[in-house]
């Protein structure tokens, strides 16, 4: 399922549209003058990535991104609750441009590597970043349609590898779906210095291509989500997850996860796609439930054997 099929997607009403002006207008001045705080400029894609990284992470986490740490004061928090809240409105009265814009550039490149979700993805990203600069002086459509359509012609530019290494291009996709990191990937295909350094040219891009997000990641009747649910630290999940047995990349894949961080971002720096971070995903969730029914198994023999004595 593409990103169009977890929006609900429809038309703004008059009013709508005049709420979510207004809240543009109200929150951006907040997110400009800290900006101007924090960096002595209006850095607001910059800001944005910082303040997620603070409200969510740990300090060691942040430091090791390279990122700025700092307090998020309370009207900051404020603020960007107010701006999930606008995004989300956004996002459901705009999908319907992104996914026409996103359809148009796959379909005017079908020998490119990108699918129509790859571009749908990076439309939906680009209008957050718009989202989270827009002041509200105008619609929403007007603004973000330029940005949207500038983000996506980069990544058409990014599509454009040689014939004469298409082929390798499509074993190394294999390999990393396969849970392969770059290097492994190139390693295996036994080929000349020369081309290997052809295609270290073209990682960044080969390592974000892959199939949609999944709409919804679900351990059966134990969805992932719960994982974020107040206080999941003292919830028998989390505690059955944080003893379970797992790799390095399957543990960055929930906790990416968790993070709402996005799997192609996660996955370029794993070197590995963004299937293959599924797959880990998937994997972990399988692990967790595994020993989940294991605990419940275990808690509801020993009560059995509590009330029999």
């Known amino acids: 399922m593409n990103l169009t099929g977890c929006v609900n997607?429809?038309?703004?009403?008059?009013?709508?549209?005049?709420?979510?002006?207004?809240t543009a207008r109200r929150i951006n001045p907040i997110f400009r003058d800290f900006s101007m705080r924090?960096?002595?400029?209006?850095?607001?894609?910059?800001?944005?990535?910082?303040l997620c990284f603070n409200m969510t992470k740990t300090p060691e986490e942040i430091q090791k991104a390279n990122m700025t740490l700092f307090v998020v004061p309370d009207n900051i928090k404020a603020a960007m609750q107010d701006f999930a809240d606008l995004y989300q409105i956004l996002l459901e009265g705009h999908i319907a441009m992104a996914a026409d814009l996103s359809r148009t550039f796959h379909l005017s490149r079908k020998n490119e590597m990108y699918e129509y979700d790859d571009y749908l993805q990076e439309a939906c990203l680009a209008m957050r970043d718009a989202a989270f600069c827009y002041n509200g002086s105008t619609v929403f459509s007007t603004y973000a349609y330029k940005p949207i359509q500038r983000r996506l012609i980069d990544l058409a530019n990014q599509s454009r590898v040689p014939a004469d290494i298409r082929e390798e291009k499509q074993k190394v996709y294999e390999l990393l779906n396969q849970g392969k990191n770059f290097e492994e990937a190139i390693s295996d295909l036994n080929i000349s210095d020369e081309r290997a350094t052809r295609l270290r040219e073209y990682r960044t891009f080969m390592s974000r291509k892959t199939v949609s997000e999944p709409s919804a990641l679900e351990l059966d009747s134990i969805s992932l989500s719960s994982f974020d649910k107040d206080p999941f630290e003292t919830s028998e999940l989390w505690e059955v997850y944080q003893t379970t047995i797992l790799s390095k990349i399957e543990r960055i894949a929930i906790q990416a996860y968790l993070n709402d961080e996005t799997m192609s971002d996660v996955a370029l720096d794993n070197d590995l796609t963004r299937q293959g971070m599924v797959h880990a995903l998937n994997r972990a969730l399988a692990k967790v439930r595994v020993q989940y029914d294991l605990q419940c198994a275990e808690n509801i023999t020993e009560a059995k054997e509590r009330q029999a004595a």
């Open 9 to 22: 997607r429809r038309e703004l009403s008059p009013i709508e549209i005049e709420e979510y002006r207004e």
């Open 38 to 50: 924090m960096y002595g400029e209006i850095e607001m894609r910059k800001l944005h990535k910082e």
